[in-house]
């Protein structure tokens, strides 16, 4: 086969997400610009469609060009010529001239809640605005106020927005930061294999460790503990791609940046002070500073707890080599459990060290034992091709069996939810019936008929009661309406729930990361309502959502509310963000008890006869 114009040689870097990437640039671009809505919903289909395939598609162009690609639904012989592009190059003539004509940032202005397309185009042209830098000073110069259309209301959450959007500069999504730096460890693992062991023979550790494993949902400061030899590990962190910037580099620690403002630190210490390193890495600044408290009152040494430099310039020097030096003749810890049993704590859980009273509660050995990933036995919470999903209902469900599930709950959108293309009544009745065919196939794995109903404005659901009556599962949740007041967004939630059809109030505060902030909601009040209604608050482990968040959740834990964590999968792949969810439920104190999908197949359905009896009263 012909490889014009290809120089794929297995190593170029563009993988589907970039390829996709451009595809989404491109028709945000030409959506701006009101190009014809076909163009930009082929474009927007080809993004979709190549983010969700699990082939590589640099390999597929590499093997049979462009006349293979075009067998992709949805890829025709423009777009199919474009992927070539993009796999060699990295972007494509037409992008980069679309980019020349209408700068890529103003897209950056609907991240803005409270500008829409035609806001922000009216923004660029009217205006000038071509960047939320520049939509900062024009809002500072209280510009807003004479853009046709913005009343006080919207310049205000405009404002409160901008100011959300810097406090988030320089933060990654979790998924995002934890996989930086997986692909950051890997890297340094891989350098390290051609390297001889060291004159103490130990084998060298890498992990991560901070602001990553603790879970937390933005990061800002990925950390990386090694042990091992010091000028490789430099050499080869120093000369990752993914970091721009090199700040300083010490034979103990070396800083960098990511492109996107990130912090990237390489702590490097000795084998024997690996795990004391670590605690003092991972945790928070006030989970330390409670431990070094805890280390003073008992007057222990524990080697390798020395402070690290970062956040400490104010020590005195003299103080700090005498510290050292009694460092060096410390208590030597194995392994973080040791560390902790040393002050008589009780092993404290990664996701807890934020100095959030855990060392307290450790000290009464009341930590709860949390809950794991292991331990989730099914997913609450996707879509499929019957709405806005990308698989069929039988690839999804073969997905869930993949993950050794016992039960899945398959939960399209409902009409309302247009732009999800959701269900009417009769296509509901239609997925229920395929559904119960295919899922007859399967003795292994119990599929329940859900759906994901539309809260409307009102607070009545979005489908009838004798076809809700039909389904086993029913998560309901707002798609809309986001700028109704607060009292008026509670009440119609708590309507919802009291109908007794909800099993679980979906993704309740609506915020997306990086993206637009939570609805007005008085979540205590839904908190009572769910709880006297017998209705679940679901932890959405997307990392684009994690809503309920950690704090919140907490707060519902301790109000006696149920839960659920479901991943919202868009696509079969989706499945692996259920680990975001527990992350979450971990940081939020949350045990298996806490959590429905921890439950056997036998005391979910005992669960949901008791809700449906309930109903019928
Ligand atoms: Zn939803
Ligand atoms: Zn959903």
Redesign the pocket.
């Known amino acids: 086969m012909e490889q014009a114009g290809l120089n794929y040689d297995g190593k170029l870097a563009v993988d589907n997400r970039d390829v996709a990437l451009v595809f989404e640039r491109i028709a945000d671009l030409l959506e701006f610009n009101d190009e014809n809505p076909f163009k930009v919903r082929s474009y927007r289909l080809a993004a979709e469609t190549i983010e969700g395939m699990s082939e590589s598609l640099a390999e597929r162009a590499a093997r049979g060009g462009a006349s293979e690609l075009q067998k992709i639904p949805g890829i025709g012989k423009t777009i199919s010529g474009q992927i070539l592009e993009i796999v060699s190059t990295g972007t494509s003539a037409y992008f980069e001239q679309l980019r020349e004509e209408t700068p890529e940032t103003v897209l950056d202005l609907r991240r803005v809640s409270g500008v829409g397309l035609k806001t922000s185009q009216l923004l660029y042209r009217e205006f000038g605005v071509t960047s939320l830098e520049e939509l900062k000073a024009f809002a500072e110069g209280d510009g807003l106020l004479s853009v046709a259309g913005l009343g006080e209301k919207t310049v205000e959450r405009i404002k409160k927005s901008l100011a959300r959007i810097e406090s988030e500069r320089g933060f990654l999504r979790l998924n995002d930061a934890t996989e930086l730096a997986r692909s950051i460890v890997d890297r340094l693992v891989e350098s390290l294999a051609s390297v001889p062991a060291g004159p103490s023979g130990e084998s060298p550790r890498i992990e991560i460790s901070g602001q990553v494993r603790r879970g937390r949902e933005m990061v800002d400061r990925i950390d990386i503990l090694a042990s091992g030899p010091v000028d490789p590990l430099v050499a080869a962190f120093t000369s990752s791609g993914q970091l721009t910037q090199v700040k300083s580099v010490r034979p103990d620690r070396v800083e960098a940046r990511t492109l996107k403002g990130t912090t990237v630190i390489l702590h490097i210490v000795d084998a024997d002070d690996y795990w004391a390193a670590m605690v003092r890495t991972t945790g928070s600044v006030e989970h330390v500073r409670d431990l070094e408290a805890q280390i003073e009152e008992r007057g222990i040494r524990i080697k390798g707890f020395k402070p690290t430099g970062d956040n400490r310039g104010a020590r005195a020097r003299k103080g700090r080599r005498r510290e050292e030096a009694d460092h060096e003749r410390g208590v030597r810890v194995e392994s973080e459990e040791v560390f902790y049993n040393a002050l008589d704590l009780q092993y404290v859980p990664p996701e807890l060290r934020e100095g959030l009273g855990e060392i307290a509660v450790a000290r009464e050995t009341r930590l709860p034992r949390l809950v794991t990933l292991e331990e989730i036995r099914g997913d609450f919470?996707m879509?499929t091709t019957w709405s806005d999903g990308q698989n069929s209902v039988r690839e999804m469900i073969e997905a869930a069996r993949l993950r050794g599930y016992e039960y899945i709950s398959i939960?399209d959108h409902t009409m309302s939810c247009k732009i999800a293309n959701g269900n009417t009544p009769e296509e509901l009745l239609e997925e229920i019936e395929e559904i119960e065919t295919v899922a007859r196939e399967f003795d292994d794995i119990r599929v329940l008929k859900g759906a994901?109903v539309d809260i409307l404005s009102d607070g009545s659901l979005d489908m009838p009661n004798d076809v809700l009556d039909r389904l086993d599962w029913i998560v309901c949740s707002i798609h809309s309406g986001f700028n109704q007041e607060r009292q008026q967004i509670t009440d119609r939630v708590i309507r919802a729930i009291e109908t007794g059809y909800p099993n679980v109030f979906?993704h309740p505060t609506g915020r997306v990361l990086g993206g637009r902030g939570p609805y007005e909601i008085d979540l205590e009040q839904v908190f009572q309502a769910a709880i006297e209604n017998d209705v679940r608050l679901e932890l959405n482990a997307s990392p684009y959502r994690l809503d309920l968040n950690s704090y919140w959740a907490g707060v519902a834990r301790q109000a006696g509310v149920g839960f659920v964590i479901s991943t919202?999968s868009h696509q079969a792949g989706g499945f692996a963000n259920m680990q975001y969810g527990v992350i979450t439920a971990r940081r939020a104190w949350l045990t298996a008890d806490h959590v429905l999908n921890t439950l056997p197949l036998s005391g979910l359905l005992s669960e949901l006869e008791r809700k449906r009896a309930a109903r019928r009263g």
Do not use: L, N
């Open positions: 919470h879509h939960t994901e979906a919202d």
